[in-house]
């Protein structure tokens, strides 16, 4: 047992992931339309998770997801193996002019006063396709699998990806295997769809399988409709929201043992205040306050929440878990890409209190 959980002791496979594979084109500290030359990075909510607890943290881990077969899903099911997941892939033929595609989102990282921007291309995305049964889970499962995670972007790409991350959750269960999910609320996704009414359905028909859930007051409010306060006037790092929302939370969604959400002040595109908080096993934690100089801020959320399951999946004590969520994500904004190049030394490093003195 680890803070309530009941986690397997072992399995052929740590983590596994389900959702959807993108690619990020990032102009820098170029504005987008002023471009000349952009950088590749392989992404996707769920896929960064499973990336960083492979890369850094060094677990088994895999990704249930859909492959393009063309250039495009060449170059990321290459970066894919580079950070040694294991792939478990629903092929697509592009037919040279329609597609299906693999998803692309476009980034410029701003700097002091101007904000980063994103913006996407997700038309005829081939993750958007994938229902139940396009993946044998008891085949993937067949090993063992300790924890299974999918995330509320993947859930509003279509209305049968909602139905898969079910299907995925329940088998995963049978396996004996912890469940996470990410609200990730993403307003222009669900409009889609039917908006807000309709992601507070589907979420929450989601969330009643869920053990461990990542996200703030605004995705609670909005994407389970969970009642909370007016969030605009208090500062950034005050957890009380958060927390203050958490019975609600629990007694619609009974099953759910650990909840946990980064905090973060922006100064400038370049200057942050951040901090994490969590509840777990019926008890509130807090990360410390810690000064961010941000290289790249796609995927800091990622980290932390890979930080967390690493933890918790390691038999840390919550607080400690928390703190390396909290530790890695910080890290992650210092590189560029969404997936991290941190080590499992340079996490406990500053989760223990470390600064940034060079090292020789």
């Given at each position: 047992?680890?803070a ?31 471009a000349?030359?952009c ?23 895999g ?31 592009h ?13 410029d ?8 921007v ?32 999918s ?13 898969l ?9 049978r ?10 609320f993403?307003e ?5 769809w ?20 990542v ?17 605009a006037s ?28 980064t ?23 807090t ?18 929440a ?21 530790a ?6 210092t ?23 060079i090292?020789?």
């Open positions: 047992m680890s309530g959980l009941n986690l397997r002791p072992d399995g052929a496979l740590d983590f596994v992931s389900l959702g959807a594979l993108v690619h990020r084109l990032d102009t820098g500290l170029v504005p987008f339309r002023k000349g030359s950088h590749i990075h392989v992404s996707g909510g769920e896929y960064n998770v499973a990336a960083n607890l492979s890369d850094c943290f060094q677990m088994s881990c990704i249930a997801t859909a492959m393009v077969d063309y250039p495009i899903g060449e170059l990321i099911a290459e970066r894919v193996r580079a950070m040694g997941v294991t792939p478990f892939y629903k092929h697509f033929v037919d040279g002019v329609h597609g299906p595609n693999m998803a692309t989102v476009y980034s990282r701003g700097a002091g006063v101007r904000p980063p994103v913006f996407y291309n997700r038309s005829n995305e081939a993750a958007a396709a994938l229902a139940p049964g396009d993946f044998d889970w008891e085949r993937i499962f067949a090993g063992g699998v300790r924890w299974f995670h995330s509320g972007i993947f859930a509003a790409l279509s209305p049968t990806t909602s139905a991350i079910i299907d995925g959750m329940k088998a995963a269960r396996a004996g295997a912890v469940v996470s999910f990410d609200l990730n993403r222009k996704l669900w409009s889609i039917g908006g807000q009414s309709r992601a507070v359905e589907i979420l929450g028909r989601i969330v009643e399988h869920v053990d461990v859930l996200g703030n007051e605004e995705d609670l409010q909005r994407g389970l409709g969970i009642a909370g306060p007016e969030v208090r500062s950034a790092l005050d957890p009380e929201a958060f927390l203050g929302m958490i019975s609600k939370l629990v007694a619609t969604h009974p099953r759910i043992q650990a909840v946990a959400t905090l973060r002040e922006v100064h400038s595109a370049n200057r942050h205040r951040w901090s994490a908080v969590a509840w777990i096993g019926g008890k509130p934690y990360a410390p306050v810690c000064e961010l100089d941000v290289v790249d801020r796609v995927g800091g959320g990622d980290g932390f890979s930080g967390l399951i690493y933890g918790l999946l390691a038999g840390e004590r919550p607080e400690d878990a928390l703190r390396l969520g909290w890695h994500g910080a890290l992650l904004t590189f560029p890409g969404d997936t991290t190049m941190a080590t499992l030394a340079q996490v406990r490093a500053l989760a223990n209190g470390e600064t940034a003195r090292q020789r």
